[in-house]
């Protein structure tokens, strides 16, 4: 992006068998609050940690800010469904809700080389997530002739540092084309790197105040694609394949 230029992304993101742990200290059938008998139920047998599996989707709008040449500024909100599959003594909870969840994202990103035709541009991203989703049903649940309605809240803090590498393929010269909506040419820019991730879950009875929670690290190769279409928009699409599958696809437009 050129010094002093804003963009605004929109776009939709997706996430499916999240790798997610609860840390759990009580022995036998856990749970995150003894004293009702809908809460939501770990199978631990001992103390140790738990693997739960996290599920959703949101739309979000990411505004980015770059002041200088190196360095760019962003900040994110999203809101969308999410649910987590927890194993129970039995069977395995899946926990979901009516209300949308809503995630907000700072970062910034700082260019260590630029773009180059001997060499691809290289940056390194650093980010904080904050999002929070909120139950009302379990199923199958684990309590025979009593509703399985319940009233917890989950909330993630994601933390992420990405080294990412990124080239900018002209495929036709600009000068082969007399409309103005491809006076640029036709471009795409393929990149990917590593992404190291910490989330931290905390799981929160809201009747009785229990709370269960724990963090897992990540660290995940990323791919994705950006395709210039016109002078100041563009569309992309990316993916993260390791502890879950993570993809997005969005438009954005930019300002100077």
């Not at 009580?26 to 004293?35: F, I, W």
């Given at each position: 992006?050129?010094?002093g230029s804003l963009k605004v992304l929109a776009f939709y993101q997706g996430v499916s ?40 989707s949101y739309g979000a709008v990411k505004l980015v800010y770059q002041p200088w040449e ?94 990412e590498a990124s080239h900018l393929f002209t495929v036709v010269e600009a000068d082969k ?80």
């Amino acid at each position: 992006m050129p010094k002093g230029s804003l963009k605004v992304l929109a776009f939709y993101q997706g996430v499916s068998e999240q790798d997610l742990k609860f840390s759990l200290t009580d022995t036998g059938t856990c749970s995150v609050g003894p004293t009702n008998p809908n809460n939501v139920s770990f199978a631990c047998g001992q103390q140790g940690d738990v693997d739960v599996e996290g599920n959703g989707s949101y739309g979000a709008v990411k505004l980015v800010y770059q002041p200088w040449e190196t360095m760019q500024y962003y900040a994110a909100v999203g809101a969308g469904e999410y649910g987590v599959k927890i194993p129970s003594v039995t069977v395995t909870n899946s926990l979901t809700g009516d209300k949308p969840g809503m995630s907000y994202t700072l970062g910034a990103k700082a260019v260590v080389f630029p773009d180059s035709a001997g060499m691809p541009a290289l940056a390194v991203d650093a980010s904080v997530t904050r999002s929070r989703h909120y139950f009302n049903r379990r199923f199958p649940g684990g309590t025979p002739n009593v509703s399985n309605n319940i009233d917890a809240r989950l909330e993630l803090m994601a933390y992420q540092v990405s080294v990412e590498a990124s080239h900018l393929f002209t495929v036709v010269e600009a000068d082969k084309f007399d409309l103005v909506a491809l006076k640029g040419g036709v471009r795409f820019e393929p990149y990917g790197g590593i992404r190291w991730s910490r989330t931290v879950a905390d799981l929160k009875d809201l009747v009785d105040g229990g709370h269960a929670g724990g963090s897992q690290d990540v660290v995940t190769p990323f791919v994705g694609l950006r395709v210039p279409l016109f002078e100041h928009e563009g569309v992309f699409a990316e993916s993260t394949f390791v502890g879950g599958f993570h993809h997005a696809l969005g438009l954005e437009v930019r300002f100077e």
